[in-house]
């Protein structure tokens, strides 16, 4: 069996197969210099300047290949874009020489805040290539460093933008892009040339960056004058580079040991099937530059039909659950066949509709795929399965795409025609993310076991919470969550929805994350989600217990209309849930003395307010002009009082210090005869 060349923690891209890395490596071939010779003669007599012809040899990763190849684009034309025939072959190309646009599409912007000044492309006159004119700069050095800088726009643009950097250093380009001729005009009369990255900048960029190659180093490989002789061609910079590569590439084609930085720079040296366009056919005037710009647009502008994202997601899925099924991993059940299993994952409403299984099931099932323990083997082919279906970005890993596509799959169970369907699927997402559900198992025993068993469970949670131990739900406190929620979200009335966006003043705004960790952690919660299977499972709209005296039961009515649960009842009932469980848990001391001390407390509070409002008195003034006030106006006028508050405050007060010393001299703290201090 093919395994990933190795296993990868989440946040990373999975790497490939090694019979993928194999194949890709025998894609490199050593070049002969008659190959060489040939390839360049080829070009040229295509049309290619010969600037562009003498760098097109370095590209070919199978130069014989590119010598077919070649020979058999003179017989034919192919569409260059839309309207515009013209001469292209189809290769592999090493990526380390070509060098990336000069004119971006993602620059034009910048070029009018004065950000970046490369010229556009104009056209040869012959209209055989691009061309650049950079001949006014004092140097070529100068114009080398001053692209690279330029392009520093682009680049940056890129990284902070583009999901496919990471798969790229590991895996190279999977893709082939679109390659066009062009010059370069330096100071000195000298003119240079080679292929354009066109449509492909993005992966042109991440494979050279991550194998260390600038474009200043491009730009001096094209500077390097063409062999001429079989001596200066076993010399040449480029043909030693390139040998060495192949050695590599020889190496993991016979199966002999390369480290991983080895083999992920022979994946970055090639990009696969690429379209080098060699000639135009003059179309009305049409330049070259302007032919390049039309096919750039097509391609990133000119965009497919947008997949959905329940289509994407639906795919996703569908390689998860195909792999887990591949490779052994669905639940294990003595009872339940892994055909039935497999079926509830992939088409569950038949199978559901026999009477046999309940959507319960389904919601179990799928969260023990997609919710596993982590780095159990399930949880560490989840993600290179995803990407079997494309190129996953990180982003995608933290925002909880197992609980999206756990959630996916459960709503293949779930009536086309319920009602809030999406709301009710955004709510089951958000609950899914709760770490405390990862590593349920599938297991269909009675609910009143079941129920039992996670109350067993709740009672060791608690005491290792005491303890300060590692809080781990229990099986039973898992499964009985997934499954009473399941009805919570797709019962007959929404007993469990998502908080208001933006928060709510003085409202419950959980959510559903935070309100099954409550339900699941309380004995009430875990009675009132038991209540919930027994209900859903029979179609009625979940009962409400009684949150002083829950007990769950297996009725065969409707609930009475104020017995309904909704997500407004649920909040409450919750809370007071939560209270009276604290609250038996600290005990109720109802003495003389809890009293006592409660009302001094709240005598305390009452105290600081009136503190405060007498103090407000004493403060207002009236305006003497416009940045100035007055003398307060009880310092003038004094305060009137009908109420004789200061008669009833001194009493106040009294009784107060008697209390106060007679509490001190209870305890020893003073003599009766001390009196009070103050």
Request: glycine share 8%; with cysteine.
């Amino acid at each position: 069996m093919t395994e990933f060349i190795s296993q990868t923690p989440e946040d990373e891209v999975p790497g490939i197969a090694l019979i993928e890395l194999e194949a890709r490596a025998r894609r490199l071939k050593q070049m002969t210099f008659g190959q060489y010779k040939a390839i360049r003669q080829s070009a040229i007599d295509l049309g290619a300047p010969p600037e562009v012809a003498s760098t097109l040899p370095w590209l070919a990763a199978d130069p014989q290949a590119m010598v077919s190849a070649l020979r058999a684009a003179v017989s034919r034309e192919e569409i260059i874009v839309r309207g515009v025939l013209g001469h292209a072959i189809e290769a592999d190309v090493l990526t380390a020489f070509i060098l990336r646009s000069l004119e971006n599409m993602r620059a034009e912007e910048h070029r009018y805040r004065g950000t970046f000044n490369l010229p556009r492309y104009t056209s040869l006159e012959d209209n055989t290539a691009l061309r650049a004119d950079l001949s006014a700069h004092p140097s070529v050095a100068t114009v080398t460093a001053y692209i690279a800088e330029q392009l520093q726009v682009v680049d940056g643009h890129i990284d902070r933008r583009s999901p496919y950097g990471e798969d790229i250093r590991r895996n190279g380009i999977r893709r082939g892009g679109v390659l066009f001729p062009v010059v370069i005009d330096l100071p000195g009369k000298q003119r240079i040339g080679g292929f354009d990255s066109t449509d492909c900048y993005s992966r042109t960029l991440f494979a050279q960056q991550h194998s260390g190659i600038t474009v200043p180093d491009v730009l001096n490989w094209w500077l390097e004058y063409p062999p001429t002789t079989p001596k200066e061609f076993k010399d040449h910079p480029l043909k030693v580079m390139r040998d060495k590569l192949v050695v590599v590439a020889e190496k993991i084609s016979a199966e002999k040991p390369v480290s991983e930085e080895e083999s992920q720079t022979v994946l970055r040296a090639v990009m696969p099937k690429t379209m080098l366009v060699l000639a135009v056919r003059d179309t009305e005037g049409l330049g070259i530059d302007e032919v390049r710009r039309r096919l750039v647009s097509e391609r990133h502008l000119d965009k497919q039909l947008e997949f959905t994202t329940d289509t994407k997601n639906e795919t996703r899925a569908e390689a998860v659950i195909a792999e887990v099924a591949r490779r052994g991993l669905l639940p294990k059940h003595p009872t339940v066949a892994q055909r039935h299993l497999l079926e509830l994952l992939e088409n569950p409403r038949p199978l559901v509709d026999t009477g046999n299984f309940h959507g319960d099931d389904v919601a179990v099932v799928a969260a023990s795929v997609f919710l596993p323990t982590p780095r159990s083997p399930i949880d560490r082919l989840i993600f290179p399965a995803i990407a079997s279906r494309g190129v996953i970005a990180p982003d995608d890993r933290r925002r909880g795409l197992r609980s999206e596509l756990a959630a996916q799959v459960i709503m293949r169970v779930v009536d086309s025609g319920i009602g809030d369907r999406e709301l009710r699927k955004s709510a089951l997402e958000r609950a899914l993310r709760n770490p405390r559900l990862k590593g349920v198992v599938f297991d269909d025993q009675p609910v009143p076991e079941l129920l039992s068993a996670a109350l067993v469970e709740l009672e060791e949670f608690k005491r290792a919470k005491q303890r300060g131990d590692q809080l781990v739900w229990g099986p039973a406190m898992r499964q009985i969550t997934v499954r009473g929620a399941f009805y919570l979200f797709f019962g007959p009335n929404l007993g469990l929805g998502r908080s208001p966006v933006g928060g709510k003043v003085g409202g419950d705004n959980r959510e559903p994350t935070q309100i099954i960790e409550d339900l699941g952690t309380n004995a009430a919660g875990l009675y009132q989600l038991a209540q919930a299977i027994f209900d859903g499972r029979k179609g009625l709209a979940v009962r409400l217990l009684d949150a002083d005296g829950p007990m769950a039961t297996d009725l065969d009515t409707e609930p009475a209309e104020d017995d309904v649960l909704t997500d407004a009842k649920l909040r409450a009932w919750l809370a007071g849930a939560a209270a009276k469980a604290e609250k038996d848990r600290r005990g109720e001391d109802d003495s003389a003395r809890a009293r006592v001390a409660q009302d001094a407390l709240h005598a305390r509070v009452l105290t600081e307010e009136l503190e405060d409002t007498v103090g407000r008195i004493g403060t207002h003034a009236d305006a003497v002009d416009a940045d100035k006030k007055g003398k307060p106006y009880v310092a003038l006028h004094g305060l009137q009082d009908p109420d004789k508050l200061r008669h009833r405050f001194s009493k106040l007060s009294k009784q107060l210090s008697n209390w106060h010393t007679a509490h001190e001299v209870l305890n020893g703290n003073m003599d009766i005869g001390d009196g009070d201090e103050e």
